[in-house]
């Protein structure tokens, strides 16, 4: 089976724009987390979506949306982006359940200028 | 306080050398998590236990629940163990998310 997978890899954007990330997960996973990772404040949960519902969401700004398709691809947005959104954007996908292992993908780089 | 805590956040070892990592968490959980990240790399899962011990090649983990408290163990390492090791706690419920330690960066010189 096919890995989580991430698009794109690397990123750089400038203060004020909007960025969307995509993350396709493994066959037949439906849950997608997304995390966010800064070496100030480690790794931190952003939402989770499970057939095309978000579960949970956690501590971030309105300027971070995400929505979950049909197909369990799942997709980020961030807003009117700031220099303290350069990050590391991972998702995971997870088979139906809960507690149940979670698959990082390799991750977007995000560098705002 | 964090919900997750780790330690130590920095470790360096020799090669062969038997490491220990440790992870406390102060809240309830249905599961616990052991991470690992090479620098610049995504992030694998090594381990997931709701009780007593897993043991994968050099890797072995352990969880109390009744402390709060898991080890993550190296036996025999190896400079390729260098890496960041994450503890990662899930509050089950209907839902998959991840809190998370702040990390343990090891480095294993030859």
């Known amino acids: 089976k096919a890995g989580v997978t991430q698009t794109p890899r690397y990123l750089i954007k400038t203060r004020g724009q909007q960025v969307t990330l995509s993350c396709s997960p493994i066959?037949?996973?439906?849950?997608v987390s997304w995390y966010q990772q800064t070496p100030g404040q480690g790794l931190q949960f952003l939402f989770e979506?499970?057939?095309?519902?978000?579960?949970n969401k956690g501590n971030f700004p309105g300027r971070f949306s995400g929505r979950q398709f049909s197909n369990s691809r799942s997709e980020m947005n961030v807003s009117t982006l700031e220099l303290g959104d350069s990050a590391l954007y991972l998702c995971?996908?997870?088979?139906?359940?809960?507690?149940?292992?979670?698959?990082f993908g390799p991750g977007t780089r995000l560098t705002v200028t | 306080k964090n919900e997750v805590e780790q330690s130590p956040q920095n470790l360096t070892a020799q090669e062969g050398e038997f490491i220990t990592i440790n992870c406390s968490y102060s809240?309830?959980?249905?599961?616990l998590h052991w991470l690992q990240q090479h620098p610049g790399g995504g992030i694998v899962s090594l381990f997931m236990?709701?009780?007593g011990k897993k043991k994968h090649g050099r890797l072995i983990a352990t969880i109390n629940i009744q402390e709060k408290h898991s080890s993550l163990h190296i036996t025999a390492s190896h400079p390729r163990d260098s890496a960041v090791y994450i503890c990662?706690?899930?509050?089950?419920?209907?839902?998959?998310?991840?809190?998370f330690g702040t990390g343990t960066l090891l480095a294993v010189q030859p």
């Open positions: 995971a996908s997870s088979p139906p359940g809960t507690a149940y292992e979670q698959y």
């Open positions: 066959s037949g996973h439906r849950s």
């Open positions: 979506y499970f057939s095309e519902t978000q579960r």
């Open positions: 809240v309830g959980i249905s599961a």
């Open positions: 236990l709701s009780s």
């Open positions: 990662a706690v899930s509050r089950g419920g209907a839902t998959n998310k991840l809190i």
